[in-house]
């Protein structure tokens, strides 16, 4: 699906550009996503293990499926999406990056500033004390890990029914308030809060513009709406003369 002129007069004009990415960025780094074909949800249920009662009823299973996520993740490379949306912050003259995903794969393709709503996979935090630092061992063989006070570490992400990182989510929140221009990329847009910063764009007077490779439940308030991969159609968007005026 080729860029629409739209779409590219759209980011040439913008003076505020937000993003929100979701798992389908990452899909052509070989990173399954949740709700697709051949998605993590399908194998597992999100109830069953990306819940705190999941992993109070069985902390093994719980690592063990974010230990396995860890090992393909360590395997795993930005894509030309991943770097398109890097190589946009350098240029634009406001940006803000918003992702779902908790793989770390923007700041790998050089995002300097990253807003991770769900956390990250690559950190731990202490069930107890609350310590929480980065762990990128992936050696071991999915052992349950501990905090230095002894109590039981869990990863480092927002699971279903927490709250997400209050200051996160205001600075998310801010963003999509005062940008006037939002790039929603690779998501399904039904887990919320972080869905709900879609329509919050367009109330706020923002246009919008979807790139997904099949429609969302938001793609009925969109602008724009792009149909193919991400890692195709960001750095074509995304090329110099699109940036001309930015
Ligand atoms: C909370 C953990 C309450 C980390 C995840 C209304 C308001 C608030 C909450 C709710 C609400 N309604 C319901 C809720 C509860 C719940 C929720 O949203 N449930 C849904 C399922 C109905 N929300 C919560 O529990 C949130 N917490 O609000 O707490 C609260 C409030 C106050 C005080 C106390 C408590 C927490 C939500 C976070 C849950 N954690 N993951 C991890 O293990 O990863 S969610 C999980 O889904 C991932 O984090 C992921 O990021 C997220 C969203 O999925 P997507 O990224 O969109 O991925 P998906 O596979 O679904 O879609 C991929 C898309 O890419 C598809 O559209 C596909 O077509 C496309 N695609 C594929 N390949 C490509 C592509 N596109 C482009 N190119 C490609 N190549
Ligand atoms: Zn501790």
């Known amino acids: 699906m080729p ?18 990415t979701g798992a389908g960025i990452s899909a052509e780094s070989g990173i399954p996503t949740f709700r697709g074909a051949a998605g993590l ?23 063990e499926w974010y230990h396995w996520r860890r ?4 395997q795993a490379k930005p894509n030309a999406g991943h770097q398109a949306l890097a190589r946009l912050e350098q240029v634009a003259p406001s940006f803000t990056l918003i992702t779902q995903n908790v793989d770390g794969l923007h700041q790998a ?31 071991e063989s999915g052992q349950l890990v501990y905090c230095q006070c002894g109590a039981l570490a869990r990863p480092g992400v927002v699971w279903f029914g927490e709250s997400l990182p209050p200051g ?25 809060p972080a869905a709900g910063l879609v329509p919050l764009a367009s109330s706020s007077g923002a246009k919008v ?24 159609i960001l ?12």
């Open 168 to 192: 996160v989510w205001q600075s998310a929140e801010q963003a999509i308030k005062s940008c006037d221009l939002l790039l929603v990329a690779g998501t399904s847009a039904v887990v919320y």
């Open 41 to 63: 949800w399908k194998q597992f249920r999100p109830e069953e293990l990306a819940t705190p009662e999941a992993f109070a009823r069985d902390p093994q299973t719980v690592w």
């Open 209 to 232: 513009i979807e790139i997904n490779i099949e429609p969302s439940p938001m793609s009925g308030i969109v602008n724009v709406q792009l149909t193919g991969r991400a890692g195709e």
């Open 71 to 74: 090992k393909l993740i360590a």
């Open 109 to 139: 393709a050089g995002s300097k500033e990253v807003l991770e709503l769900h956390g990250s996979i690559w950190k731990l935090r202490c069930t107890q004390c609350g310590c929480e630092w980065v762990d990128r061992n992936t050696s």
């Open 3 to 20: 860029v629409t002129e739209e779409a590219r007069s759209l980011l040439k004009s913008a003076k505020s550009i937000a993003v929100l």
């Open 235 to 246: 750095p074509n968007l995304i090329q110099e003369s699109s940036l001309a005026n930015l």
